[in-house]
């Protein structure tokens, strides 16, 4: 399309932020500048023994965790995070992929992932969504990074309740057995990076990786784009 075409449909039909809903100027996308400047960075991706870590070291066998962002009721990530799983925004997904490629690349500290794997969906939830978040989160992070996404092997076979509707109490219950293995060997002897688009108590990751650690000689790493703040 010419210039001229693309500038007239952009008149015509403006993008809007996806958080304050005012008209991108040329240059924003998805998210206007002045949002974009209020998502609560954790700082923590170029730090060992950050607080992600420590949530989840000693639950699970993990080599490096990292977050992005502070996930509080109310702030800019939490428009960002419902915009993206109840807006039908696929196009923020891989927008705040590419901003999660692009931190966990400068830090240096995850040059050795051999593959993306998402947090799955139950195929349910995915029809109903149209898309799995944190699949297309790994998208928007292997086109900065560079690396495949396995989608086949780590699978959701049990239909859990929407996680933030419930008691943090009731939320390990949610998800145990929720997950299941095909073709393990896809996964043996690699070093994945496990995406998940929140973390809170942690539970749905621990309950990932119980059933990836029957895996041989796997390393995993974790990336959530939020974690609630305290
Ligand atoms: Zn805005």
Redesign the pocket.
């Known amino acids: 399309m010419n210039a001229f075409f693309r500038n007239l449909i952009q008149t015509l039909f403006p993008s809007t932020?996806?958080?304050?809903?005012?008209v991108l100027m040329a240059g924003e996308n998805q998210?206007?500048i002045?949002?974009l400047s209020n998502l609560t960075a954790t700082l923590y991706t170029a730090h060992d023994d950050n607080r992600t870590e420590r949530l989840l070291t000693g639950r699970i066998p993990l080599h490096k965790a990292t977050s992005i962002f502070v996930f509080r009721q109310g702030n800019t990530v939490q428009q960002v995070i419902h915009s993206m799983k109840f807006h039908g925004n696929s196009d923020l997904c891989l927008f705040m992929g590419r901003q999660m490629g692009l931190e966990l690349l400068q830090s240096g500290r995850f040059d050795d992932i051999d593959l993306l794997v998402p947090v799955p969906l139950h195929w349910r939830r995915r029809l109903q969504r149209g898309y799995n978040q944190s699949e297309l989160l790994c998208r928007g992070i292997s086109q900065i990074m560079n690396r495949p996404i396995n989608t086949r092997t780590l699978v959701r076979h049990r239909y859990t309740h929407e996680q933030s509707l419930q008691a943090a109490a009731d939320r390990e219950e949610n998800v145990k057995d929720a997950f299941r293995l095909h073709h393990p060997d896809e996964l043996t002897g690699k070093h994945i990076l496990l995406v998940d688009d929140v973390l809170t108590t942690g539970a749905t990751l621990v309950s990932c990786c119980e059933v990836l650690s029957r895996v041989n000689n796997l390393k995993i790493s974790i990336a959530t784009l939020s974690v609630a703040g305290q």
Do not use: E, F, V
């Open positions: 932020c996806a958080c304050c809903g005012d998210i206007c002045n949002c």
